[in-house]
Antibody, heavy 117, light 111 residues
Framework: QVQLQESGPGLVEPSETLSLNCTVSSDSILYYYWNWIRQSPGRGLEWIGYFYSGSTNYNPFLKSRVTMSLDTSKNQFSLRLTSVSAADTAVYYC????????????WGQGTVVTVSS | QSALTQPASVSGSPGQSITISCTGTSTDVGGYNYVSWYQQYPGKAPKLIIYHVTDRPSGISNRFSGSKSGNTASLTISGLQAEDEADYYCSSYTSISTLYTFGAGTKVTVL
C-alpha cells in the first residue's frame, strides 16, 4: 500500500513562503495526479492544486501564489505558497488521484502549518 | 463557504440506516459522475469511501453506498455502528473555477 508523508515547518511568518514536501513510498510517482489539499475550521477542505507528468493545475484563487513540483530522484512532490497570511493557517494534506477529476484515494496524515509572527 | 451543501449533522441508532445529502449544481454534482465521499475521524486524514458516485474502494464496507439524483448526491450508511461516528465530506469535480469542490461536512452521531 502506497503511503504519503508530508514534511515541512509548522510555523511560518506572515508574508513569508510556506514550503512543504510529500514523500511517496513507491516507485509509481510518475503515473498519478499528486495533489495538495488543506483544511481549516473557517474554510473547510480546499483543493490547492495538482502536479501530473510535468504539468500543473492550481486553484484559481491561489494560483498567483502557488508552485508545485516533482523530484523523481527523491520520490517527492512539493508545494510552495508565497506571501502567506493568517488565512493560510491550516492542516495541509498531500493526496493521490488515479486520474484527472478522480477522487483522492490515498492521503498523507497531514501537517499543521500556522502562520504567525 | 463551501460550494456543496450538506446537513451539519445526522444521527441514528445502532442498526438503523441514515442518509447524508450533498447538493450542488449542474456544473458539478449534477453534470458529472465524479462525486466522492470521505470519512474523517478527529485528528486524522480523510479516507475515501465512495468514488464515481456509487463505487467503493477495496476494503470499504458494503454498508456504505452512494447515489445521485439531479444535483443531489447521497451517502447512505446502513446497519449503523458505533465506529461510523465521524465527519463525512462530499466532493465533486466542477467545470468552473476550482476543479474540485467540497461540502462543509456532516457530523454523524450514533445514539
Amino acid at each position: 500500500q502506497v503511503q504519503l508523508q508530508e514534511s515541512g515547518p509548522g510555523l511560518v511568518e506572515p508574508s513569508e513562503t510556506l514550503s512543504l514536501n510529500c514523500t511517496v513510498s513507491s516507485d509509481s510517482i510518475l503515473y498519478y495526479y499528486w495533489n495538495w489539499i488543506r483544511q481549516s475550521p473557517g474554510r473547510g477542505l480546499e483543493w490547492i492544486g495538482y502536479f501530473y507528468s510535468g504539468s500543473t493545475n492550481y486553484n484559481p484563487f491561489l494560483k498567483s501564489r502557488v508552485t508545485m513540483s516533482l523530484d523523481t530522484s527523491k520520490n517527492q512532490f512539493s508545494l510552495r505558497l508565497t506571501s502567506v497570511s493568517a488565512a493560510d493557517t491550516a492542516v495541509y494534506y498531500c493526496a493521490r488521484a488515479p486520474g484527472w477529476r478522480d477522487a483522492f484515494d490515498i492521503w498523507g496524515q497531514g501537517t499543521v502549518v500556522t502562520v504567525s509572527s | 463557504q463551501s460550494a456543496l451543501t450538506q446537513p451539519a449533522s445526522v444521527s441514528g441508532s445502532p442498526g438503523q440506516s441514515i442518509t447524508i445529502s450533498c447538493t450542488g449544481t449542474s456544473t458539478d454534482v449534477g453534470g458529472y459522475n465524479y462525486v466522492s465521499w470521505y470519512q474523517q475521524y478527529p485528528g486524522k486524514a480523510p479516507k475515501l469511501i465512495i468514488y464515481h458516485v456509487t463505487d467503493r474502494p477495496s476494503g470499504i464496507s458494503n454498508r456504505f453506498s452512494g447515489s445521485k439524483s439531479g444535483n443531489t448526491a447521497s451517502l447512505t450508511i446502513s446497519g449503523l455502528q458505533a465506529e461510523d461516528e465521524a465527519d463525512y465530506y462530499c466532493s465533486s469535480y466542477t467545470s468552473i473555477s476550482t476543479l474540485y469542490t467540497f461540502g462543509a461536512g456532516t457530523k454523524v452521531t450514533v445514539l
